[in-house]
Every structure is written in structure tokens, then in C-alpha cells.
């Protein structure tokens, strides 16, 4: 007999056998059990679950000759016949080769005769989201008023794809991933059973690897055996699959707390050289640096191997979780970086150098979140706040050509910051003291609308509080139109500050405009008397002026 792969030689044969999906499983067995058998099944998931397998379950249980049964004997004609994919009642169909609306037709067509030798006429779907419109429309009628004694499985990876019209005649069921630990405990037994010597942490090696399948964890299983024959140890299975084990992790993080920056390159282009996915390797650290966060957070973690939680526990103590964090964003940015980088090597390289590096970094965020603190809480100097920005500028010249000590830097940032930032304030009752106590910061917030809505403000002739209304008196048009427009949002403001609902209420008080020149026309006489020559021509020439 030809070899059979264990995903296939130790494929589940009853409900008792699918691993991690007992909230579908006890569904099931209870529709069996009290007869309350549906026409229509919709199995959803990832793949290597095992949706075809129960779906196969489901049809043995139903088709049994000792059933409708919870417990298929796996021993009667028709059990075997389905086992082997030869029974005539029970059709599997390829979704993805049979797209089209003639096949469904054809299906339709043969719902017309009865099951032969069983009780149920089943037809199992596979991959049901690759069938077409037109297929899908066509099976909706048949889904709506099914022939008696016909049962259809879907099964889908991406029920997203299915038309919401199939998925509400179906009774669906969402397969989760299987946990690490119970992938673990499946190889473990199946490595019994087989006579294979196996460590732990090959096991969760191959586990993660699997992402959630118990068929690919199967046969990640196969190529391990096929590779180390009877004796399957980590280092082999690490060459099999470019995978790296999380020793490695914890000598890349014990050299990053070292600041051995030289070492750590050095360690890197170890992993260089074994041709290790660069992707994977990050994605890897990054699901290392969540293990030791969750761990050091108190968590209870259940997919790693339990002999490597001292390891974990000894790292956490060289980290907070803080330097954890920073370590995880610069991770994933550097995994945006390889995407589009010539030279990923190099991106790696630098990214080790910083991660030596985080805790010159975070001085840096200190002082920038010193200097934030100093200008939102306003802790300046009197004298600073009064220079003007030409007396600031003539300092600043005088200190980069002397030997002078510069000014502090929040000295010089915290006028400007102050007028931008603020810190959290509690709302207060509107009166008169209030609003003088609150203005700078009604300021502040205006400046988000328009810088120049704020300076119409700090333009204003007067303000008053009077009841829930801000009267403020502007001598300008342009003043006024600028806070005219911004009204509404200056209220919300105002609402922000203070407990009651406050109306703005705006006055142009314009300065009186000057008097109007009085203009006098001047008569011919007039212009006589001031010139006595040009009186003297208009006599002699007799002219007239117009």
C-alpha cells in the first residue's frame, strides 16, 4: 500500500475527533439527536480546521446505517462509502472548478431522484464563495423549498464572498483557529503513535508555523519526519522551515540591554546568513516582545512552551515596558521600510543600532516633555514674557558671536508654545472674575479657528459677563466681521470653559469720522480781490471766465 500523509491517515473520523470546535460540534450532535435536521449548513473559517471533515461526519452521522446517530459506526457500507468518497447519496463538489450556473443546473437536475441506498441525499460544496452570480442565484430557489431528504454543507474560507440571499437560508457556523496547545497535544499524540521522538520546542516550533490549522501543522509534521527520520530535534526542523527558535530572541535582547551594539550586528548577520525570511524574522521578535509584555503584565499565556517561561521571566527584568513598547513601534516601522527599501540588510542594521541606542532616545523625550510641561503649566520667567521679538533677536545674536551662555531653550519656546498649548482645565461657573481668569485660555482655543479671530479678540475695546452672554465691543468692521463669522464657534468654545451655555454678543463701536470739509466756490469777484492784475485784464479784454 502506497504511503498515506498524516493529514489524510489521521483525518477525524467522528465528532469526538475535531479538535478545538466543540461550540459547532455540540450543536450538531444535538440537531441529531433530537431530529431537528436542517436542508441547508454553511461551514466558515480558516483553512485546516476541519469544515470538510465534519462536514463528512455530518454525513455519516446522518446516513449511518444505526442512525441518524451522534456516534457513526465507521464500520457499515454506507460509513465506509462516505470515507472513502465513493457513496452515490453523499456528492462532494469542488466550488472553485465548478463556478458556473450550468453546473448548478445539473445538480438541480439530479435532486429530482432519490437517495439510493440511505436515508439523506447530501451534497457537500466545497470552496462555496467561488461560485458565480449567476450559480448562486440559481441555487436559491432550490435552497428555498428544498426536496425532501436533501442536506446541503457549504464550506468557505470567505463567507464574505457568499450572497447575503445564500447565507440566510443556511444555518452558518464560524470555525475558530485551533489554539498552539491543543496543536501541540495533537502532535504529541500522533508522534506516539508513530514511534517518533520529537522535543518541545520543535513542537510549538511547528505550531506557530501552522498559524491555527491542524492540516498544515500535519504536514509541516510530514517534511520533519521525511528530514529527520524517527528523531526530530530543533535545530533540523529550524533549517527545514527558516524558522528561529526564541533563543535566539533572547540573545538579540539580552545584547540590546547590554548596548553591545557590535555583538548584536554581528548576531544579525548570523540570521543573514542561514537565508532567513527578513520578514518573518521581524514578525517573529515582534510576537516575542508580546509574549514578554503579556508576561510581564501577570497574563496567562497558553501558546508557548512552558520550559521557556523562565526565560521570558529573566528578560522581563532587564525591560519596563515602556522600552518594550518603543522597541515594538520601531519594529513595525522597519517592517514598512523593508517593503520599499534596496537594501532591507541595511534597514536591519540600522534598526539594531537604535534599538542599543533607546535609552539616549528617551532622554530626548524627556526633555522635549520637560520643556511641553514648563510652557503648559507657564512656569517662565516674568522677564522673558515681556521682550519683544526684536529684544529676543538682538540676545540671540549677541550669544552666537560672544562667549555668552545661550538663554534656555524654554525661555525662548515657551512664549510661542504658550500661546498654542494649554493644560487640562475643569469647567467653571461664568461671572466676571471668571472670564478675566479664563480669557487667555479662550484665546489659546480661538487660535485653532483663526489666528486672526484671535487677534480681533485681544483687539476688543471691552468685554463683560452678563448672565449666560459675553458682551465684547469691537471699534474695528474688520474686527467685528472676523468674529461675526467665527460666532458659532466661538460659543462652543465658551461652552468648553464654562458650565453654563454661553451667547456672544457682538458691538461695533466705530470712532466718530471726521468732519466733513467745508467746501466754498469762489465767484469771479472773489478771485478780483486777490489778483488786482487779473482783474485788470478782465476789464481791459472785457472777458468772461467759465
Not at 21 to 42: E, K, P, W
Not at 212 to 236: E, F, H, V, W
Not at 416 to 439: D, S
Not at 442 to 465: D, P, V
Request: hydrophobic content about 40%.
Amino acid at each position: 500500500m502506497s504511503y498515506i500523509v498524516l493529514a489524510r491517515k489521521y483525518r477525524p473520523q467522528s465528532f469526538s475527533e475535531v479538535y478545538a470546535q466543540d461550540h459547532v460540534t455540540g450543536i450538531l450532535q444535538n440537531a441529531i439527536a433530537s431530529n431537528r435536521i436542517a436542508h441547508a449548513y454553511l461551514f466558515t473559517g480558516p483553512r485546516g480546521v476541519g469544515k470538510t471533515s465534519l462536514a463528512r461526519i455530518m454525513a455519516k452521522s446522518l446516513n449511518c446505517e444505526k442512525g441518524p446517530t451522534t456516534h457513526p459506526c465507521n464500520t457499515c457500507s454506507n460509513c465506509n462509502e462516505i470515507t472513502a468518497g465513493t457513496s452515490p447519496d453523499v456528492i462532494e463538489i469542488d466550488g472553485a472548478s465548478n463556478t458556473g450556473v450550468d453546473d448548478i443546473r445539473e445538480l438541480q437536475r439530479e435532486l429530482l431522484y432519490a437517495a439510493s441506498g440511505s436515508k439523506y441525499k447530501i451534497y457537500i460544496i466545497d470552496e462555496v464563495h467561488m461560485l458565480s452570480k449567476n450559480a448562486f442565484n440559481a441555487l436559491l430557489k432550490t435552497l428555498e423549498e428544498p426536496p425532501e431528504n436533501v442536506v446541503f454543507i457549504f464550506a468557505t474560507t470567505e463567507p464574505h464572498k457568499v450572497l447575503p440571499t445564500i447565507i440566510s437560508r443556511c444555518q452558518r457556523y464560524d470555525f475558530k483557529r485551533i489554539p498552539i496547545g491543543a496543536i501541540v497535544r495533537r502532535l504529541q499524540d500522533l508522534a506516539a503513535i508513530e514511534n517518533i521522538m520529537i522535543d518541545n520546542e520543535s513542537l510549538y516550533l511547528i505550531a506557530r508555523k501552522a498559524d491555527g490549522g491542524l492540516r498544515d501543522a500535519l504536514s509541516l509534521m510530514d517534511q520533519a519526519i521525511s528530514y529527520c527520520m524517527d528523531n526530530i530535534t530543533i535545530d533540523k526542523v529550524r533549517q527545514i522551515f527558516g524558522l528561529i527558535p526564541n533563543q535566539v530572541y533572547h540573545r538579540f535582547l539580552t545584547l540590546i540591554d547590554a548596548k553591545d551594539a557590535t555583538g548584536l550586528i554581528t548576531e544579525l548577520h548570523d540570521v543573514f546568513e542561514q537565508g532567513t525570511d527578513l520578514q518573518e524574522f521581524i514578525a517573529n521578535m515582534l510576537e516575542f516582545i508580546r509574549v514578554l509584555i503579556l508576561r510581564k503584565l501577570g497574563v496567562s499565556i497558553k501558546d508557548i512552551n512552558p520550559e521557556e517561561l523562565q526565560m521570558f521571566d529573566e528578560l522581563g527584568g532587564m525591560f519596563s515596558q515602556n522600552k518594550l513598547m518603543y522597541m515594538m513601534s520601531f519594529l513595525i516601522a522597519s517592517r514598512t521600510d523593508l517593503r520599499s527599501s534596496s537594501n532591507p540588510y541595511l534597514i536591519l542594521e540600522a534598526l539594531m543600532i537604535k534599538l542599543c541606542k533607546m535609552d539616549e532616545m528617551e532622554d530626548v523625550a524627556a526633555l522635549v516633555a520637560k520643556l511641553s510641561g514648563a510652557a503648559k503649566l507657564g512656569g517662565l520667567p516674568a522677564q522673558s514674557s515681556e521682550q519683544t521679538p526684536g529684544r529676543n533677536a538682538q540676545n540671540a545674536r549677541s550669544n552666537s558671536y560672544g562667549n555668552i551662555t545661550k538663554p534656555a531653550a524654554a525661555t525662548q519656546a515657551a512664549p510661542e508654545h504658550a500661546h498654542h498649548e494649554e493644560a487640562p482645565v475643569e469647567k467653571v461657573t461664568f461671572n466676571e472674575a471668571n472670564l478675566n481668569i479664563m480669557w487667555p485660555r479662550f484665546e489659546i482655543r480661538t487660535e485653532k479657528i483663526s489666528k486672526m479671530c484671535t487677534a480681533a479678540l485681544k483687539n476688543a475695546k471691552s468685554r463683560q459677563a452678563n448672565g449666560k452672554i459675553l458682551q465684547l465691543t469691537v471699534e474695528s468692521q474688520t474686527d467685528y466681521n472676523r468674529l461675526k463669522n467665527n460666532q458659532s464657534a466661538l460659543q462652543n468654545i465658551l461652552s468648553e470653559l464654562f458650565h453654563e451655555s454661553i451667547t456672544l454678543s457682538l458691538t461695533l463701536d466705530e470712532a466718530a469720522t471726521p468732519a466733513q470739509v467745508q467746501i466754498h466756490r469762489r465767484t469771479l469777484d472773489d478771485l478780483k480781490k486777490d489778483s488786482p492784475e487779473l482783474a485788470k485784464f478782465i476789464e481791459t479784454t472785457d472777458s468772461v471766465l467759465s
